[in-house]
Nanobody
Framework: QVHLVESGGGLVQPGGSLRLSCQAS?????????AGWYRQAPGKERELVAE?????????TYADSVKGRFTLSRDNAMYRAYLEMNNVKPEDTAVYYC????????????WGQGTQVTVSS
């Protein structure tokens, strides 16, 4: 069992920056999981924002809408994953969820409770 807790959400102006953190806990080493961030805006389906590979995180994938603006990283020793959000836009407004996907899974096995990000002037 893995428990995920997000933090760092809030209100930010367009063009601003925000850093989301995901704190994992549990008996399974965090490094075995592919870590990711998803988001869900009102009236829309949950969508993948970014994923970082298990282990050293040598590979990351991003949604086209955030490429060049968001950066996903991980610190396995601290059981954390970070989403650095730069040049945010109003369309980035959503609840952001941290996820952990096991090596044999095609979908996340664990989810955080979500953190609200609102981009508005």
């Amino acid at each position: 069992q893995v428990h995920l807790v997000e933090s760092g959400g809030g209100l930010v102006q367009p063009g601003g920056s925000l850093r989301l953190s995901c704190q994992a806990s549990g008996k399974i080493p965090f490094r075995v999981f592919t870590a990711g961030w998803y988001r869900q805006a009102p009236g829309k389906e949950r969508e993948l924002v970014a994923e970082i590979s298990a282990g050293d995180g040598d590979s990351t994938t991003y949604a086209d809408s955030v490429k060049g603006r968001f950066t996903l990283s991980r610190d396995n020793a601290m059981y954390r994953a970070y989403l650095e959000m730069n040049n945010v836009k109003p369309e980035d407004t959503a609840v952001y969820y941290c996820s952990a996907r096991g090596p044999l899974s095609s979908r996340p096995d664990y989810w955080g409770q979500g953190t609200q990000v609102t981009v508005s002037s």
